[in-house]
């Protein structure tokens, strides 16, 4: 059983393969959080909750401030005596914050819930169970229901909560977070996921102090900045060794993730929909709904979170009819040509790409209104017929190569030089009295509004219905500002960052299901909304716009950590490189964007003859290693540094059959010997070969070396397999292949 309950001692015990989560229902009628960790068979005591100790529990009264203030709370709310953060905070009829919870009743069902206009993972063919226990503040007449889903195979446990009013007044929620657990520190560390634009999440690591530390975004996207995602880590803790707590937020909005160490050297780590300009007014019979927590805990390092997440992900979360198929490999037209193109140019990059195996194009920005730059039109969602042509023309040109075909679109803005602004100013989300913000010289629309959402979905609608159009890039340039809608009273403000995303949401389900066969991916000016929330719509998203193969590897290792290598966007572009001015090999740019979802970024009649010869092989490449990549396992062997700068990585068959490593040298060094990297998922007892993976590089006079060709797996992972030491930016493929079974 994945859950259960013991009566006796009023505790909920939810177990994975590998963890135990322990619920304690306390005599006062608390939800205490006791244990979070490895797997127990036997949980009797209920040390966690010190109740012998000062201040005893005392039956509330007191030092019951005290009490609370030190209690581990599975949801704790703000107001009443607890002074560290909350994860749930109330205002009365009267403005006055408060709100405590106690046991009501549980239930514990088969299956996963999913959580009306948010995004939710579902069971997928497994069996699982479902949590629900129900707290009430009788005070306020307020049923908040937590959920907790366990997914034994992947070690997961996700988490939510309802909050219903249940009185005849009407409350304000000032904070209402998707998940919250109190622990002893054992010396953690915070792992977030950092950056900017153009370089999206970076792996930090740094200690927690006493007071919050944090990671946030109040941009109305996950974000460029900071990802809604962080990671307890026991202090030492490294890919294959440590505690590790993973919290992943399914949210592609305001978020925030903190861990809290308090005058008890206790953590509480907590995440959720971020409090900052967030309230939600909650009416009589009404009921919000936080959006989803994804919890893990490994014993055995970061690369058993990754894996856990990983499958997750892909099992529980990703619903696209593309999820398990392999994608087409595409060729976008923007940094081959901005908005500089017409109908003949599109047909000529898609045919030069057919000839070299590439299977469909993708038109990106400036084929709609009188988009010629990115100052005007976002809103005008009908087709330039003066530059493009009918796009229904355009499409059957490209179908006829034989290939399939995609377009852009950038649904949730507006600028100022647009008809659809002459016609609706009001329609930009805008403070009164103020010149909102442009940022890329454009305004966010008010998504919050029924009428917009419709009108620009129809719009949208109507284009995709003119043609036989495959995929959707989904694009989003810029974050929220000027949170003002001009349809919402005062407290319906406090609600618009929220409803904002309730918004997105509503708009991309109803794309994914009037266009069932459709291939979404997400983007936000490369990869400012990389999150859990935006692959429940769309299997893959555009990773960052930087396409520079070295700075890649940062971004992808970030991205991989948490998200399966098939989600990522990846592609292959010109150089110098256009963020960075960086030349490097484009077997290298090739081999970085195998890890991802792979295509072009470029126009391959300017790539020298040399390039272009080597394309067919890189499709050759994708078609036998992307399904490896997709479903495998994902090992980071090592990450670049400045004593060793070199990258490595593995995708292995789950049943250790075979293997791809791929390995990229950042920067030369003189005098240095072969690299020795430790393979991974292989099967000890079996024989593999390993094969450099068609050789087509020129050879920079490092070629003297002769790799190893076979091994036995438990050689390989322990004694290591000889890399040669490479010049700057070379890399090399080997697929790794099972020979024989047991010896
Ligand atoms: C940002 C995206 O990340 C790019 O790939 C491209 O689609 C531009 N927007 C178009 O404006």
Known sequence: MAITFDEQNREFMLSTDHTSYVIKITDDGYAAHLYYGKKLNHFLQDAGLREGEFPAPGKLLREKGTYLSSLPFEYPTEGVGDSRPGALSVRNEKGQYGCELFYKEHSIEQGKPGIPGLPASFAG??????LRLVLTDPVLALTVTLFYSVFPKEDIITRSAAIANDS??????????????????????MLT??????????????????????????????????NPFF???????????????????????????????????????????????????????????????????????????????HDFIRGHIIRSPWREKLRPILINNWEATYFNFDADKIVSIAKDA?????????????????????????????????????????VNRVKALGMKFGIWFEPEMISPDSDLYRAHPDWALQISGRTPTLARNQLVLDLSRKEIRDEIYSRIANVLKSAPIDYVKWDMNRNLSDIGSAAADAEGQGELFHRYVLGVYEMQERLI???????????????????????????????????????????????????PLSTMGAHVSKCPNEQVGRNTPFETRANVALAGTFGYELNIANLPEKDRALIPEQVRRYHEFHMLI???????????NDEEPYDCWMNTEKDGSCALITYVQVLGRPSTCSRKVYLRGLVPDAEYEIQEVNPSRVDMGYGRFTAQKRGYGDELMNAGFLVPSLGDYESRLYSVKRVRENS
């Not at 063919?125 to 479902?130: M, P």
């Not at 299901?513 to 719509?537: Q, V």
């Open 354 to 394: 057919k000839d070299c195996g590439i299977e469909m194009m993708v038109m990106d920005d400036g084929w709609f209104g009188k988009r010629d730059s990115d100052n005007c039109a976002l809103g005008d969602w009908f087709v330039n017929e003066e530059k493009i042509g009918k796009l229904s023309d355009l």
């Open 513 to 563: 299901t009037d266009f069932p066969d459709l291939l979404l991916e997400n983007c936000s000016g490369g990869g400012g909304r990389f999150d859990a929330g935006m692959l429940y719509y769309s299997p893959q998203i555009w990773c960052s716009d930087d396409t520079d193969a070295i700075e890649r590897l940062r971004i992808q290792e970030g991205t991989g950590l948490v998200y």
């Open 168 to 189: 005849a007044k009407t409350y304000s929620i000032a904070r209402a977070l998707s998940a919250s657990f109190d622990m002893d520190d054992r010396n953690f560390e």
């Open 630 to 640: 997709a479903d495998g396992d994902y090992y980071r062997l090592h990450s670049w």
């Open 125 to 130: 063919g497994e069996d699982i169970q479902t």
């Open 231 to 309: 990671a307890l880590l026991e202090s030492g803790t490294d890919r294959e060794k440590g505690d590790v707590y993973g919290l992943l937020l399914m949210y592609s909005g305001n978020h925030l993730e903190m861990a809290e160490k308090s005058q008890n050297n206790m953590i509480r780590a907590s995440l959720g929909i971020n409090p900052n300009f967030f309230s939600w007014k909650l009416g009589s019979g009404e009921t919000f709904y936080t959006p989803e927590a994804v919890l893990t805990y490994s014993d055995s390092g970061l690369t058993a979170m990754t894996h856990s997440y």
């Open 193 to 226: 996921l950092d950056g900017a634009w153009a370089r999206e999440r970076h792996i930090c690591r740094r200690p927690i102090g006493y007071g919050v530390t944090a990671a946030r975004s109040v941009r109305g996207e996950s974000g460029h900045q900071e």
